[in-house]
């Protein structure tokens, strides 16, 4: 990650930092297990906020 990406997440998400891997990492977790198996064309925003804000 180059330090204007850092720059970005830190201060244009709603949350005022970048994710955590152990934050995002569930939601990788979840489509990738058989718990989502009846998900289907759904879009999981696993951002802090961002699509909320535009």
Do not use: K
């Amino acid at each position: 990650m180059s330090p204007g990406s850092r720059v970005w997440n830190s201060t244009d998400t709603p949350m005022r930092r970048a994710g955590q891997p152990f934050e995002l990492a569930p939601a990788y977790v979840y489509l990738a297990s058989q718990d989502s198996c009846f998900v289907s064309g759904q879009v999981l925003h696993v951002n802090g906020g961002v699509i909320t804000e535009t």
